[in-house]
């Protein structure tokens, strides 16, 4: 791009961190690059949707270039950051075709995000996947509906049973999001589809270590959550850790510390997330400390230490415990954004950056939400109205926000899905490790 000696930003990411910043950057005179290994803006509270038949891929990914059409000053490139050299302000990168791409900044601002981890357990990875990338759904939502396919063809009852049962690992938002919809598809929605397979009588178990369900969550919501999926039939096990995960199930630690095998060919990972491994690329550049979760601890005004040109922004960071949410992601972009403008104005540098904690919320199957957010704690139906109101608002275009209603309106009203689809090559395969793709596989990120 040509920046005409205008102050260049280079952006990495373009998730809820990198995009945010990139349009609040919009009427400032600078030049903007904005670097992601994909191509799209990805809403991933939605992913648990497209995993389980109701939305489609594009609906929640929005090409980068075209969200950023209208701003002159913004150019998105297609490549996978490697390195930074923050003395000589470059941050280096590869092609798709794998040529070396190193693009100079005079601000830098991070945002790439986390990726699943294992807990010292990456083997489980191929049998258990986890949910953050949209070839994550992809995967999840062949290996969901191909293993009702499976379970119609069974040959013997054990056989059956075992593509009936899903074991969920993580009962945060994720975990029970996905819980609910699995146990929805198998009760509400497909039982009138097979003739052999009673899908009925799938077993969804949700399990987690710690004492209770969305632990964020206040007590009361917890409870309301817990009781909404056992009225799906869901099976929480709390205060139980996975102990060892196979293509063919799980073995589970109860609470009383007895190893109990589960047979189930679908189990979903949705426990634990580390910051992506460019944090560690920017500590070992900067000298940043990171936390145990691998985040960068940033300045209060986000910037690295040493450093007050570059900003690592969103779940990468960790300042003040801060969650690894959207909104915080969001406003640091702003922040970050802000913060450059007005030192190019020449003004005073903003005060520490504060989070405006929003609230949070899961849905609990499709008629039922928790939510304590803007000072209520609802749960039920109205819930989920809310919470269908506030997804759509922050979903990026308008073509996808009415796309999505009619969606949800379709499943609602007919009991179906339209995003059913599975082939014979990936109803009942693992995805082998080597098989990922690196730039959108999700345990590389
Ligand atoms: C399944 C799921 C459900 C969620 N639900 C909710 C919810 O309901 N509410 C909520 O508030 N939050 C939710 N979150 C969390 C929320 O999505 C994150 O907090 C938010 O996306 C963080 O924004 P970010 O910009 O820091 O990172 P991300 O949005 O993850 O963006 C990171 C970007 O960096 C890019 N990137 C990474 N590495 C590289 C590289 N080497 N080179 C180039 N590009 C790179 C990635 O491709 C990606 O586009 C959910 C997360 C998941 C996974």
Redesign the pocket.
């Known amino acids: 791009m040509v920046t005409n000696g205008r102050h260049r930003v280079v952006i ?8 945010y910043a990139a349009r609040a950057l919009a009427n400032a005179d600078v030049a903007v690059t904005l ?4 191509n ?9 949707q497209v995993a389980t038949g109701i939305l489609s891929e594009g609906e929640i990914a929005p090409a980068l270039r075209g969200v950023l059409r209208g701003q002159a000053n913004a150019k998105v490139l297609l ?4 390195g930074f050299d923050l003395a000589g302000r470059n941050v280096t ?1 590869v092609e798709p075709d794998g040529s070396d791409l190193v693009v100079a900044y005079d601000s830098l601002i991070v ?4 990726t699943p981890t294992y807990f010292g357990h990456d083997e489980w990875r191929a049998a258990a996947p ?4 949209l070839e994550d759904a992809r995967w999840l939502r062949s290996h969901i509906l191909g293993a009702f396919e499976m379970a119609e063809m069974a040959r013997t009852p054990e056989e059956r049973a075992a593509w009936l049962t899903f074991v969920i690992v993580g009962a945060g ?2 975990g029970v ?1 996905l819980t609910g919809e699995i146990a929805t598809l198998a009760r509400g929605i497909l039982p009138r589809d097979f003739q052999d397979v009673a899908t009925r009588d799938t077993r969804v178990v949700l399990i987690d270590a710690g004492p209770s369900v969305l632990p964020s969550f206040p007590e009361k919501l917890r409870r309301r959550a817990a009781a909404d999926l056992r009225g799906w039939g869901v099976e929480i096990r709390t205060g139980t850790a996975a102990e060892d995960i196979r293509t063919a199930g799980i073995d589970l630690r109860n609470p009383d510390g007895s190893i109990e095998h589960v047979a189930a060919r679908t189990v979903c990972w ?1 426990a634990g ?1 580390r910051a ?3 944090a560690d690329a920017l500590a070992a550049a900067s000298g940043t400390s990171t936390d145990r979760a691998g985040r960068l601890l940033v300045r209060p005004d986000l910037t690295l230490p040493g450093h007050a040109e570059a900003f690592a ?4 960071m960790g300042l003040d415990d801060l ?8 406003q640091q ?1 702003r922040y970050a954004a802000g913060a450059i403008a007005s030192r190019l104005a020449g003004e005073d540098p903003p005060p520490p950056f504060r989070y405006k904690d929003k609230g ?3 849905t609990v199957g499709p008629r039922h939400a928790v939510v304590d957010a803007y000072g209520l704690r609802i749960g039920g139906f109205i819930g989920s109205m809310m919470w269908a109101f506030i ?1 759509v608002m922050y979903l990026v275009g308008w073509g996808n926000r009415v796309i999505t209603v009619m969606r949800w309106l379709f499943q609602l009203t007919t009991r179906n899905r339209s995003q059913r689809l599975v082939d014979v090559r990936h109803a009942a395969s693992w995805r082998e490790l080597g098989d990922r793709p690196g ?2 596989g999700g345990g590389d ?1």
């Open positions: 990495v990411g373009g998730g809820f961190g990198g995009l670097i992601d290994r994909v799209h803006h990805l809403f991933q509270p939605l992913l648990y490549a996978e950051v490697t990168a945002a790439a995000g986390m986890g949910l953050k990338t938002p994720t999001e949705a997330m992506a491994p460019l922004i969103g779940d990468m969650p690894g949410v959207a909104q915080v992601a969001m972009g949070t919320m899961a997804h730039p959108t990120a």
